[in-house]
């Protein structure tokens, strides 16, 4: 089975959105750079960010997000992000009223359930879970292996948490990637076992 | 005039310590490698860590500690910590009874005038601010020249924060350091003025 990964944008005081899920400046080092990362045309990023970025990326073929995240998209329009094949959505409410039940979106009640789920769906490619309430659950859980910050120097002071309400202490290991881009550190640990 | 620096070990989620004070496993890699840091005989870094922080202990000739900090460590007993001249303490109370009053504590009502007494106290050595709510203060004081963070691998949850209750947005400079230890990863930023 692939791998679940945490992963996020996020302030040096572990923010990933303010009160209103405002980002600020934590995209804008996706938007900034020479590289092209896809072909929106619209995010371009450092050389370095690249090289750690689209080969993570093309690996995800499921992410699970909640619902507030569904809901603040439109659902994506019905339309998983660049490359993603499904997306799972930790609800428990039912889709919206007009929701294409064919599209690629799966509505699971529970964290357990759904990235058991996404693992079905992903095969051999991994499972992202976004971060904030819902990554912070599947971590609570004992279900994540590997969390992936993309650390952006600015100090936001208060907002979404990256680990949404955990709160308790999850050792992680040294982290196997620190790479710096431009506006950007990207560091990434293995959930210590 | 020496610069002024925020530092503090911290989790990968913001924080210095949990609700009780209590650091977990934030202070480990000080006292878990080979190399000696100082002559106590108890902290121990690896070569990494110590080649980075030493250099810097040597610089620091104040620092700026909340009354909080100076409670909790009965005054440093009156003697400031190792290579350590003055300790300005941020406070509106006056110091305990039976305090010595020639001991090196200043005790200032107010953030910016620990920093202006601490760097006259200072001349060309470096000030530093413990990080909690003292530092977070003069960091919005726009007082604070650089912030290093020498960042644990744990998720924390929950506790005291590194940048106080800030809770506006700072921008910083991307790290001009990033330095593996052991258990640790050491974070240099300059503020953005």
């Known amino acids: 089975m692939g791998q679940v990964v945490m992963y996020s944008s996020v302030s040096v005081d572990g923010f990933i959105a303010d009160e209103n899920d405002e980002p600020g400046p934590l995209?804008?080092?996706?938007?900034?750079?020479?590289?092209?990362?896809?072909?929106?045309?619209?995010?371009?990023?450092?050389?370095a960010s690249h090289d750690y970025i689209r080969p993570y990326w093309d690996e995800i073929?499921?992410?699970?997000?909640?619902?507030?995240v569904?809901?603040?998209?439109?659902?994506?329009?019905?339309t998983p992000p660049s490359g993603i094949e499904h997306v799972v959505v930790v609800t428990h409410r039912p889709p919206p009223e007009g929701w294409d039940s064919s599209a690629p979106f799966h509505f699971v009640d529970g964290v357990e359930a759904a990235v058991a789920k996404a693992q079905e769906l992903a095969g051999d490619r991994w499972v992202e879970v976004?971060?904030?309430?819902?990554?912070g659950q599947v971590l609570a859980a004992g279900l994540v292996d590997e969390v992936r910050m993309?650390?952006?120097?600015?100090?936001?002071?208060?907002?979404?948490?990256?680990?949404?309400?955990?709160?308790?202490?999850?050792?992680?290991?040294d982290p196997d990637a620190v790479i710096q881009g431009d506006r950007v550190l990207h560091l990434r640990y293995r959930v210590r076992r």
């Open 130 to 135: 976004a971060s904030g309430d819902v990554g």
């Open 150 to 173: 993309d650390v952006v120097p600015v100090v936001l002071g208060s907002g979404k948490r990256y680990f949404g309400s955990v709160d308790a202490q999850h050792l992680l290991e």
């Open 61 to 68: 073929g499921v992410t699970i997000a909640g619902r507030h």
């Open 27 to 47: 995209f804008d080092w996706l938007t900034s750079g020479d590289v092209p990362l896809d072909d929106s045309g619209f995010l371009k990023v450092s050389q």
């Open 70 to 78: 569904f809901d603040l998209t439109d659902g994506w329009e019905g």
